[in-house]
């Protein structure tokens, strides 16, 4: 029921009430399960579509892959296969690449489309180290660049604009132009999918590109920002203080409040152009 106040006054000299009843469109969410070789790894809560791109980045950013060589195979389960199949996603890794510790790793790995280390052991397990050096990634962006990201990404969410109830994550080019874009419920699902797409692409390290994300910049965005070799995270939203020490020891440059001309940098201000380096450290 869509219930919204209309600008008649009534009797009493408070806003009428109109109601209507009908049909809205929602953004799905359902849980997808991630094996590897046929054992159980993660439960994701997402939205359904591009979910071999969200297994295969989500192996990538939680350190079990480095890059294409170690996949043999990635499928989606039918369902002729068992009940409910088709939100499972099967991924079987060269022999050379070790195997997760899968009864282990079932009961750490349930995330949230709102969380994505809720389910984390320890915050040590969380801070995995990236195989890509971003730090020596001479890419500058110009803050024009910058500033038209937010336009640019919301003009592609083609889900968000039927449902309202989507976060977004877009790869760009350090001169703005848009290289892929994933939809999510999850902020977090959202980067995998780009990241895994980038995998499958052969694409890695993500040298020289920008990740934009939707939402604010969180821990687990920089991380997997990290793994994923992207020198560069923005934000239309804040930051936390773990995702500005993240990035400073990356050598990753963070951008936060990214909202029309204006912004933070809160890590990295090099790659910025115009932005003086001499700079205090964020507090």
Sequence with gaps: MDVRPVARPAPSGAPEVEARIGPDTLAAEEPLEIRVGGGPLAVTMRTPGDDLDLAVGFLLTEGIIRGADDVRTAKLCSGDEEPNS????????????????????????YTTS????????????????????????PVTVAPAVLAGLPDALRRRQRAFDVTGGLHAAGLFTADGELVCLREDVGRHNAVDKVVGWAVRERRLPLAGHVLMVSGRASFELCQKAWMAGLPILAAVSAPSTLAVDLATEAGLTLVGFLRGPTFNVYAGPHRVQGIPTATTPAD
């Design 86 to 109: 088709y939100n499972v996603a099967d991924v079987r890794l060269d022999p050379a690449v070790p195997a997760p510790e899968v009864s282990v790793a079932a009961r750490n790995f």
């Design 114 to 137: 709102s969380c994505g280390v809720c389910g984390k052991a320890s915050i040590d397990a969380v801070r995995t180290r990236s195989a890509f050096d971003v730090a020596t990634d």
